[in-house]
């Protein structure tokens, strides 16, 4: 994560957001300040964190290095990005690729990506996933009603066995008929609305169910930190104490796209809101109609 923080109620933010909107993003959906990278590049961020992930890894045995991100261009066609990134990270072997389409899921669905692409390679073969990218313009930093959107990445290294976390299991739901996102009309919106709670229920349940796993194993949720407002919603539906539910970077950081729910994992990890051998459920939702879950067992 980028050290810098701007405010969302100071008025030289430059965020371009009108005083009741504001009010609305602090005091009613918990938000407070967003993590921004300034003129640091989206590179350097991808870099750091793939660096931190590699620590102590074979190199040579990493065979996919995976660029997941939200917003479809992060990066001029002619930079190639993932491939600058491989270079950097000395990933000779690795094919490097960009996942997007998936807007705020695409990091958690890059785990299922991930899974299939291992299962054709040697054993011990690993794959490196990079979530994250920077806000880019106003109309990408300021979801009007929902959440501010903030700088930042996570990287997580893959593999079909060994030591580390384990993922138990995996749902993915698209809701094509709201692929429209921000721009539906009003009664489509009113739907997806309705839909919406239920689906995040209904995609936990599914990664769990898929582990012979239920909500009572469950330590902690790893949201995307849209907003406390929906998870509130969402914690209610499902009968799952707020407590339960990561959202002490919603204030903190603001929603960093897709890279989320693995920056809440290490954060939730560092200050000992979990623990080894708990049970935690990564979720995250897209603009369009994508919803995804990911149940691990924390490393002992």
């Keep these: 994560m980028p050290d810098e923080r701007i405010?969302?109620?100071?008025?030289?933010?430059?965020?371009?957001?009108?005083?009741?909107?504001?009010?609305?993003?602090?005091?009613?959906?918990?938000?407070?300040?967003?993590?921004?990278?300034?003129?640091?590049?989206?590179?350097?961020?991808l870099v750091t964190a793939g660096r931190d992930a590699l620590a102590g890894a074979d190199h040579t045995r990493v065979r996919y290095l995976i660029h997941a991100h939200t917003v479809h261009h992060v990066a001029p066609p002619e930079l190639h990005l993932a491939h600058l990134v491989r270079e950097q990270l000395g990933l000779p072997a690795a094919r490097a690729f960009a996942m997007s389409h998936q807007a705020c899921t695409a990091g958690i669905y890059a785990l299922n990506v991930a899974e299939w692409l291992l299962l054709a390679?040697?054993?011990?073969?690993?794959?490196?996933?990079?979530?994250?990218?920077?806000?880019?313009?106003?109309?990408?930093?300021?979801?009007?009603?929902?959440?501010?959107?903030?700088?930042?990445?996570?990287?997580?290294?893959?593999?079909?066995?060994g030591p580390g976390d384990v993922v138990l299991g995996l749902a993915h739901r698209t809701l094509g008929e709201f692929h429209e996102g921000g721009n539906m009309p009003a009664a489509l919106r009113g739907r997806y609305q309705r839909a919406y709670t239920p689906t995040v229920a209904a995609v936990i349940r599914e990664a769990l169910a898929g582990a012979g796993?239920?909500?009572?194993?469950?330590?902690?949720?790893?949201?995307?930190?849209?907003?406390?407002?929906s998870w509130s919603g969402i914690a209610r539906y499902l009968g799952l104490p707020l407590d339960r539910v990561y959202l002490e970077n919603i204030a903190q950081l603001g929603h960093?796209?897709?890279?989320?729910?693995?920056?809440?994992?290490?954060?939730?990890?560092?200050?000992?809101?979990?623990?080894?051998?708990?049970?935690?459920?990564?979720?995250s939702v897209g603009q369009g109609g994508t919803f995804s879950a990911a149940a691990v067992r924390v490393a002992q």
């Design 213 to 229: 796993l239920d909500l009572a194993d469950v330590s902690l949720v790893l949201p995307h930190n849209v907003n406390r407002y």
């Design 121 to 161: 390679e040697p054993a011990g073969s690993t794959a490196l996933i990079l979530a994250g990218e920077k806000v880019l313009s106003r109309v990408t930093r300021h979801l009007p009603g929902i959440t501010v959107v903030g700088d930042g990445a996570a990287a997580v290294l893959v593999s079909l066995d």
């Design 256 to 283: 960093c796209h897709c890279a989320d729910p693995f920056i809440n994992l290490a954060c939730a990890r560092d200050r000992a809101a979990l623990h080894p051998g708990d049970v935690a459920v990564l979720v």
């Design 7 to 45: 405010r969302i109620a100071d008025p030289d933010t430059q965020f371009g957001i009108a005083e009741n909107d504001t009010r609305l993003l602090t005091r009613f959906l918990g938000l407070s300040q967003v993590a921004t990278a300034g003129t640091r590049p989206l590179c350097d961020l």
